[in-house]
């Protein structure tokens, strides 16, 4: 069985827009050699191209680890966050919860790049949200609430620790998804 964390096709290919969005204001921050500059580039046009219905979620899959690697290549905490916002938007082929990455690692990249403004990292996130179409929001409101399923990214790792578990969280508590009770509310 799929992990609730995956979505449609068709939901992950909504999502993928504004993971794209949240991945490339911030890749002014990556710097790398050649290479790794053209690796994110063809991140950045694949996941594009999944997201307007012109590439299969296999294409992609297959390929989303390559700006992974790209990342490692930066040369600069700031770079290396931005590449890994890409990476994590290009995954969104894979499951739909690496769009709320995306988002996350965009954030990381505007905090290491200002750490003098740490306004920065609310500004980014009201910049993301302002960025959801109705629909983005509806399909985001369907995956679980961070660290309450672990059969995905959304599970308890580094997606749900530092400024990424803070991102996520403050996203997800503003598009109106509610985090689980742990544990049942007593009778009257």
């Not at 949240?22 to 046009?45: G, K, M, N, P, Y």
């Not at 302002?130 to 983005?136: R, V």
Request: net charge neutral; proline share 4%.
């Amino acid at each position: 069985m799929a992990s609730i964390q995956t979505l449609s096709d068709s939901d992950r290919r909504v999502v993928a827009r504004w993971a794209l969005a949240c991945a490339e204001r911030v890749l002014t921050l990556f710097d790398a050699d050649d290479s790794a500059r053209d690796a994110i580039t063809d991140a950045v046009e694949r996941t594009r191209a999944y997201s307007a219905g012109e590439s299969t979620a296999a294409d992609e899959i297959s390929k989303r680890l390559v700006a992974v690697k790209a990342a490692n290549a930066a040369t600069t905490p700031a770079g290396a966050a931005a590449a890994r916002a890409v990476a994590q938007a290009s995954a969104v082929a894979h499951m739909g919860a690496h769009a709320l990455g995306a988002a996350a690692y965009a954030t990381k990249a505007v905090s290491l790049a200002n750490a003098q403004r740490p306004e920065a990292v609310h500004e980014e996130i009201q910049w993301q949200l302002a960025n959801l179409s109705d629909h983005e929001r509806s399909v985001l409101r369907l995956l679980p609430p961070l660290g309450s399923d672990s059969s995905g990214p959304l599970g308890v790792g580094l997606l749900s620790r530092g400024i990424l578990g803070t991102t996520i969280r403050e996203i997800q508590a503003q598009i109106g998804l509610r985090a689980p009770r742990l544990s049942p509310e007593p009778r009257s």
